[in-house]
């Protein structure tokens, strides 16, 4: 198993260009195809009867801003790749809004770099909860790139959030190719249940891993903290380069409805994280 398409998702907020570079690096160790996609922040329902053209022309110069806008970001991602040396890459623009166009795009790919939502930074074309909307619905494993801070190489030290779960499993399975790289994982169990992990926490799951020539530790924590701040409290502790963790929610009437440990970690990050739903 590898990463053969990377999709990142491409603006002009001033993170951009992090979640960019971090997303090339990742193509050229897996020697992966690189998509950028900007999208225009117009859903595709407004065109869907052809009338486009005999809306109201402030509307008309509106919508063709936004479009300049997405191309501009799509040149600019393809002169930051080549400074790189990415050697297969391709951009695109959706006529779409980021949760259908690039949620759509995710499909076809294998891996999805996305940024954390900056509160003090809104984009016209990206709604507050995209990254939650990508992690519960484009069915791929998605990091989320903070909004602060730099990065050198993550994934060298990852932590590995374990509690027996489907969205658990899902997160570990989609992060195999980046785990086996790592010079070591850190697999942390929170309060553990005997009916979820046997007498013997974590024995099973570290089996698992060990016949994919990872190697990690594995280590059981008993707290009174929430989930969310455990987990960013043993990462700084282990100096943890990068999270790998289930994605937990549900989305209704395209609200989306986060689980306590999932929506603390999405708006308190320290390090990208790597979540599955």
Not at 136 to 144: A, D, E, K, Y
Not at 217 to 235: C, F, M, P, Q, Y
Request: hydrophobic share 40%.
């Amino acid at each position: 198993m590898s990463y053969k398409t990377i999709l990142v998702h491409v603006d002009d907020t001033s993170r951009s260009q992090e979640r960019i570079r971090l997303a090339a690096e990742m193509a050229m160790r897996e020697e992966a195809h690189l998509l950028g996609v900007a999208d225009t922040g117009v859903s595709r329902f407004i065109y869907q009867d052809g009338n486009i053209n005999g809306v109201d022309p402030s509307l008309l110069s509106h919508l063709e801003y936004l479009r300049e806008r997405a191309v501009q970001n799509v040149a600019d991602f393809k002169k930051q790749v080549e400074s790189f040396g990415v050697h297969s890459f391709g951009a695109d623009i959706t006529q779409d809004d980021a949760l259908g166009g690039i949620g759509l795009r995710a499909r076809y790919c294998d891996l999805v770099y996305v940024g954390q939502t900056n509160p003090e930074e809104s984009s016209p074309a990206v709604m507050d909860d995209f990254p939650e909307y990508m992690i519960l619905n484009s069915g791929r494993p998605v990091i989320v790139v903070p909004y602060a801070g730099e990065f050198s190489n993550p994934g060298k030290r990852p932590l590995v959030a374990w509690d027996g779960s489907r969205a658990a499993t899902r997160a570990i399975t989609d992060a195999i190719p980046l785990l086996k790289r790592a010079e070591l994982v850190h697999v942390v169990i929170i309060n553990p249940k005997n009916d979820t992990h046997g007498e013997q926490p974590g024995a099973d799951i570290a089996a698992y891993l060990a016949r994919h020539g990872i190697k990690l530790e594995i280590s059981v924590h008993r707290t009174k903290l929430d989930v969310g701040n455990a987990l960013l409290s043993l990462a700084a502790d282990l100096n943890s380069d990068m999270l790998v963790m289930g994605g937990y929610g549900h989305s209704r009437f395209k609200e989306m409805i986060m689980g306590g440990a999932t929506r603390t970690i999405l708006e308190s990050m320290t390090i990208p994280v790597l979540m599955s739903h």
